[in-house]
Nanobody, 119 residues
Framework: QLQASGGGLVQAGGSLRLSCAAS????????MGWFRQAPGKEREFVAA????????LYADSVKGRFTISRRYAENTVYLQMNNLKPEDTAVYYC??????????????WGQGTQVTVSS
């Protein structure tokens, strides 16, 4: 129901835009979040946005470099990632929940998309 895409291999300093397309049900009234998980590490919060877009949260590690946005007509959430660093390398997941949160307590999860940043 949540399909993440847009990952790939990029050099440090480069950019990628991840997309999360919702299907099968509407997530327009849900908060949407992005999380990531690097090998051997726990899944961590990256960014989230309420369904109205009036509240946006970022992890400190990505603030100023990543931008989350959503297009209701397309039922899609984006994560624009600029000035990527090798430590951003991870599998990125999108998630949906009725409440915005920095925790992993989201009800719906998409499959991950791999982001690899080379130094």
């Amino acid at each position: 129901q949540l399909q993440a895409s847009g990952g790939g291999l990029v050099q440090a300093g480069g950019s990628l835009r991840l997309s999360c397309a919702a299907s099968g049900r509407t997530f327009r009234r849900y908060a949407m979040g992005w999380f990531r998980q690097a090998p051997g590490k726990e899944r961590e919060f990256v960014a989230a946005i309420t369904w109205t877009g009036d509240k946006i949260l970022y992890a400190d590690s990505v603030k100023g470099r990543f931008t989350i946005s959503r297009r209701y007509a397309e039922n899609t959430v984006y994560l624009q990632m600029n000035n990527l660093k090798p430590e951003d390398t991870a599998v990125y997941y999108c998630a949906a929940d009725e409440e915005i949160s920095r925790t992993t307590d989201y009800d719906y999860w998409g499959q991950g998309t791999q982001v690899t940043v080379s130094s």
